[in-house]
């Protein structure tokens, strides 16, 4: 079964201060993977999507993520962070095969604060 | 844009009451789903649907159904709400069964069980 691991719960940073949110997979195929956004009390808004292609994926927002099959790695990166930026960030595995196709596996979360 | 409403943001409920939350995509999209958000756990499927009365079971179903005779509408039901079903209920959907697709989600009900 496919599984996502964030290994940080929890990043602060400073404003203006470079970011890279860690993403690991498990996954038997070729994965699709998202990055999402949920501010405080808030759904889930989309950043960014790997299907296939250039592996260096850019997203809305300034965040780009990087998709490294060696590595099973989809980390979010982005080089200055604003303090709108506080957020939590999901990572996800798109199921597409068998019984689940269509299922979205998610890791645990990474809440990011932002000092001024 | 895609529009997905969920018909509270806040619910409070006694335990045994038979809870439903509602969920309405503006988009004709086939496919929806009904996760549950917890701390530290991140989210986790409980029903999707891929079409008008079809339904199948995720990660976490027990103690949950789900309703769909609309294609843009799509309830999750708690039949005798306990104290463990606190927790944030988010709504998603996506365009076309079969197709590696973006979910889009709603706000979420914050469900509190008393």
């Known amino acids: 079964a496919q599984s996502v691991t964030q ?4 990043i ?10 860690r993403c690991n997979y498990s996954y038997g195929a070729t994965p699709y993977l ?11 808004q989309l950043l ?16 780009e993520a990087e998709f490294k099959r060696s590595q099973s790695s989809f980390n979010l990166r982005k080089p200055s962070v604003h303090w709108s930026d506080a957020a939590e960030y999901f990572c996800a595995v798109f199921n597409a095969g068998g019984t689940s196709y269509g299922k979205l ?3 645990q979360g990474t809440i990011l604060t932002v000092h001024p | 844009d895609v529009k997905v409403t969920q018909s509270s943001r806040y619910l409070v409920k006694r335990t ?9 995509q503006d988009m004709d999209h086939e496919n929806m789903f009904w ?3 917890d701390p530290g756990l991140g989210l986790r499927l ?4 891929y079409d008008v009365k079809m339904k199948e079971k995720g990660d976490i179903p027990e103690g949950y159904s789900v309703s769909r005779e609309k294609k843009e509408r799509f309830s999750l039901i708690l039949e005798s709400a306990s104290t463990n079903q606190t927790s944030m209920y988010l709504c998603a959907s996506s365009l076309l069964a079969g197709r590696k697709e973006t979910q889009y989600f709603g706000p979420g009900t914050r469900l509190l069980v008393l």
């Open chain 1, 7 to 10: 290994p940080d719960i929890h």
């Open chain 1, 12 to 21: 602060t940073v400073s404003e203006g201060a470079s970011l890279e949110l």
């Open chain 1, 34 to 44: 998202f990055w999402y956004v949920q501010s405080p009390g808030q759904g889930l």
């Open chain 1, 48 to 63: 960014l999507k790997y299907f296939s292609g250039d592996t260096l994926v850019q997203g809305i927002k300034g965040f």
């Open chain 1, 105 to 107: 596996t998610f890791g």
């Open chain 2, 16 to 24: 045994g009451e038979k809870v439903f939350l509602e969920c309405v």
């Open chain 2, 35 to 37: 996760y549950r958000q």
């Open chain 2, 46 to 49: 409980i029903y999707f649907s």
